[in-house]
């Protein structure tokens, strides 16, 4: 299976700070297909995950553009310009390249 | 809008059988296949398998094989998950998601407590 590393484990920002989070997998994410399938969801205090990042780098239509996601192969970033309140909660990294589908540990970010 | 709903919080013993729902709404439902996922308290979240709406061919991850089942109910765009023997690391809440995890249930908390 497909191992995804997550770091930090955790972040406090406060509101107006940038966000970086990290995501390596153990084999690359490029599929034959020529597309690489690593996606970001958050998951809010109490709620289900929700859809953030498709395909690297490709926002949902209701993801605000202060989310970005880059990389390639192995290695991959979320980012957030400028953290507002409503960003706190857990964010996964998942791949779907390789069956089975496997998510990150997880980075927690507080709102200072 | 698109949405998944899951049935509500079960309590069981171990040993016994658990039926989750997962109705979906704002899509055709044979259109998308239907994945199910494993959060225990507290950690990440695990693939459990998926199955194709719309041929009903399921595909179970292997830490889910024998006890788990996927179903469907067409007519009523339900998905079912169906787990027997319950033991107690099935402890945990289960999510049902659209195939590109685009969207998700609400979760369903399983407790097993004798």
């Known amino acids: 299976d497909v191992v995804m590393t997550q770091t930090p484990v955790s972040l406090s920002l406060a509101i107006g700070q940038p966000a970086s989070i990290s995501c390596k997998s153990s084999?690359?994410?490029?599929?034959?297909?020529?597309?690489?399938?690593l996606n970001w969801i958050l998951q809010r205090p109490g709620q289900s995950p929700k859809r953030l990042i498709y395909?690297?780098?490709k926002l949902y239509s209701e993801v605000p553009d202060r989310f970005s996601g880059s990389g390639s192969e192995t290695e991959f970033t979320l980012k957030i310009s400028r953290v507002e309140a409503e960003d706190l909660g857990v964010y996964y990294c998942?791949?779907?390249?390789?069956?089975?589908?496997?998510f990150g540990s997880g980075t927690k970010l507080e709102i200072k | 809008q698109i949405q998944l709903v899951q049935s509500g919080p079960e309590v069981k013993k171990p040993g016994e059988s658990v039926k989750i729902s997962c109705k979906a709404s704002?899509?055709?439902?044979?259109?998308?296949?239907m994945q199910w996922l494993k959060q225990a308290q507290g950690k990440s979240l695990k693939w459990m398998g998926w199955?194709?709406?719309?041929?009903?061919?399921?595909t179970y991850a292997a830490d889910f094989t024998g006890r788990f089942v996927f179903s469907l109910e067409t007519s009523a765009s339900t998905a079912y998950l169906q787990i027997t023997n319950l033991k107690n690391e099935d402890m945990a809440t289960y999510f049902c998601?659209?195939?590109?995890?685009?969207?998700w249930g609400q979760g369903v908390m399983v407790t097993v407590s004798s």
């Open positions: 998601a659209r195939w590109d995890l685009d969207y």
């Open positions: 704002g899509y055709t439902f044979t259109q998308a296949g």
């Open positions: 199955i194709n709406t719309n041929t009903g061919k399921t």
């Open positions: 084999q690359s994410l490029l599929g034959t297909s020529g597309k690489t399938f």
């Open positions: 395909q690297v780098s």
């Open positions: 998942w791949q779907g390249t390789h069956f089975p589908l496997t």
